[in-house]
């Protein structure tokens, strides 16, 4: 089945505007200075937060 009408381009790309890729956010780590996502855990030293740091496991098995 066709389409009763065209749709315009602008119409099809006002439609599609929100389909973009938005880019991650990084954030420095301020022990070690690797990039992290915010409010997460570092993956090379495990630093969270003053209080919190999680202990990683260094040696592969």
Do not use: E, F, W
Request: proline share 8%.
């Amino acid at each position: 089945m066709l389409p009763v009408q065209k749709h315009s381009k602008s119409r099809k790309r006002k439609r599609r505007s929100h389909h973009a890729l938005k880019p991650i956010h990084y954030v420095r780590c301020p022990q070690c200075g690797n990039a992290k996502l915010p409010h997460c855990a570092c993956d090379n030293c495990g630093y969270v937060n003053p209080k919190i740091a999680l202990q990683m496991d260094t040696g592969q098995a």
